[in-house]
């Protein structure tokens, strides 16, 4: 078989502009993912650590070092090395590139798994990274996973056909972002963020598709029937307003 991924890659063009992702089956059976790159294809494992490696026998270097975490306990010493710090950032980025594809295949489950996980990198190494650089060098990307991992939710939920849900999962996300600024010392960067713009957008959006209350839909009924001069309906629905009411 031959080495050269010419033909295979023009099988697949680049498309400027465009994530281009698919799943396909790998020769043992399981699925994979693929990114097709300007440059060539990236591929990446579904579970697990995207490149399929198992650090020092875990699924990742983070369950590694959170593993050494639980093993001193609360009261022992724990800190985290530039090497450290280094490894689980270039990791980081392996799952970035994943949860952007997952989000194209609209799997959002997985999206949430992935920046949930992420955003663990985040407060490890806020909190035990040995050097000042390396417990800020991840923070800026805070926000972004935030936004990515709400507007997963709550796409899961309209997915699901769960609006509320959905706004509710938002609304959590603006407030994590909220929460993120006022704790950073920048509490006027919230109403700036891209982040926060995005999910208001798409709160925005939602609104309108909220299911209509009990209440509201017997008003409009009401208007509409005294608009038409059917009084034997609006009464019944004055009566139907009057109990829900009591």
């Not at 001193?72 to 724990?78: A, I, L, M, N, T």
């Amino acid at each position: 078989m031959s080495e050269d991924l010419t033909r295979f890659l023009n099988e697949w063009p680049f498309e400027p502009g465009k994530l281009n992702v698919r799943l396909v089956t790998a020769e043992d059976g399981e699925q994979r993912i693929q990114v097709r790159l300007d440059l060539g294809v990236l591929q990446m494992f579904v579970d697990g650590r995207p490149d399929g490696q198992r650090p020092e026998g875990f699924d990742s270097l983070l369950e590694y070092q959170e593993a050494k975490l639980d093993e001193v306990g609360p009261e022992g010493k724990f800190s985290l090395s530039e090497d450290d710090c280094e490894a689980l950032r270039n990791e980081a980025v392996q799952y970035y590139h994943r949860y952007m594809a997952l989000l194209v295949l609209e799997d959002y489950e997985g999206v949430v798994r992935d920046t949930t996980r992420n955003l663990r990198v985040l407060d490890l190494c806020a909190k035990h990274a040995q050097t000042e650089s390396d417990r800020a060098a991840l923070e800026q990307f805070r926000p972004y996973i935030t936004m990515m991992r709400a507007r997963a939710i709550a796409s899961q939920a309209i997915k699901d056909n769960e609006p509320k849900a959905a706004l509710h999962a938002i609304d959590e996300g603006l407030e994590a972002l909220r929460m993120y600024f006022n704790e950073a010392g920048e509490p006027d960067l919230y109403e700036q963020s891209g982040e926060v713009q995005m999910l208001r957008g798409m709160r925005e959006a939602l609104v309108p598709k909220l299911p209509v209350s009990q209440k509201s839909e017997l008003k409009a009924r009401l208007a509409k029937a005294i608009e038409v001069e059917n009084y034997k309906l609006a009464a019944i629905l004055r009566d139907e307003l009057r109990l829900l009411k009591d």
